[in-house]
Nanobody, 120 residues
Framework: VQLVESGGGLVQPGGSLRLSCAAS????????MGWYRQAPGKARELVAAITREGSTNYADSVKGRFTISGDNAKNTVYLEMNSLKPEDTAVYYC???????????????WGRGTQVTVSS
């Protein structure tokens, strides 16, 4: 199973971006997916997460600005980011937990990350 992220880039403060992450392979279901980010010199932190049932969790720093959503049929998660700030600049990583495949159950899978830069 691989997670493929897309949608990062350079945006001005106050702008918006939409990140996507799709799980490839023979995936039957995913228990939860989320987005983490890591800025230079800082630890990786949770940005937002969503369960298969649709329950969501957000970091306080992004509440009201970011929205996570998922498509279970496509094994895909999205992160809509609005009112972006320079402090949102980081590499954003997709994570999937308890991924059921044809031959196994895999836990805590990470994507390679996509760069988000907020700068004027």
């Amino acid at each position: 199973v691989q997670l493929v992220e897309s949608g990062g880039g350079l945006v001005q403060p106050g702008g918006s971006l939409r990140l996507s992450c799709a799980a490839s392979g023979s995936v039957f279901g995913i228990n939860a997916m989320g987005w983490y980010r890591q800025a230079p010199g800082k630890a990786r932190e949770l940005v937002a997460a969503i369960t298969r049932e649709g329950s969501t969790n957000y970091a306080d720093s992004v509440k009201g600005r970011f929205t996570i959503s998922g498509d279970n049929a496509k094994n895909t998660v999205y992160l809509e980011m609005n009112s972006l700030k320079p402090e949102d600049t980081a590499v954003y990583y997709c994570n999937a937990d308890r991924v059921v495949t044809a031959g196994s159950i895999e836990y805590n899978i990470w994507g390679r990350g996509t760069q988000v830069t907020v700068s004027s």
